[in-house]
């Protein structure tokens, strides 16, 4: 079994899906549109372009996600974080300045009694992340 985390956008979901495969250099294995599923070309036009489904593949792990509809109010993404587990403090920091750019940071990358850094941010996207690195290996 696996668990997957499926983010929800308003509309960003592409663009929010390329910033993440460069900053976690992944790739992006699936990206479909609504107006490419079947019977797409009767929904309404202003849907045509969202993302109905992506897959972004990060190593053996996959982040997914969507837009919803025009019709079907987001109220962004809250009560939890994408956390996010690396090996040393530079890719900690790498990836925290990446995620954090035009971002909000409301824990700055450090020390902490359980890791060698750790820090919480919501990117320019409205996701909530957890950057953790327990010890730099």
């Not at 956008?9 to 294995?29: N, P």
Request: proline share 4%; aromatic share 8%.
């Amino acid at each position: 079994m696996k668990i997957n985390p499926y983010l929800i956008f308003d509309g960003h979901c592409e663009a929010a899906f390329k910033f993440y495969q460069l900053v976690l250099h992944g790739k992006i294995a699936t990206m479909m549109r609504f107006s490419e599923m079947p019977g797409g070309e009767k929904m309404p036009k202003e849907d045509h372009e969202r993302i109905i489904h992506v897959r972004l593949e990060v190593g053996d792990q996959v982040l997914m996600g969507s837009d919803t509809t025009t019709d079907r109010p987001h109220a962004g993404i809250t009560g939890c974080s994408v956390s996010l587990n690396v090996d040393t403090i530079a890719e900690a920091k790498r990836i925290f300045e990446e995620l954090s750019d035009q971002g909000t940071i409301q824990m700055p990358l450090e020390q902490t009694f359980w890791a060698s850094r750790f820090g919480m941010l919501t990117d320019r996207f409205g996701v909530p992340w957890m950057i953790n690195c327990e010890k730099d290996q």
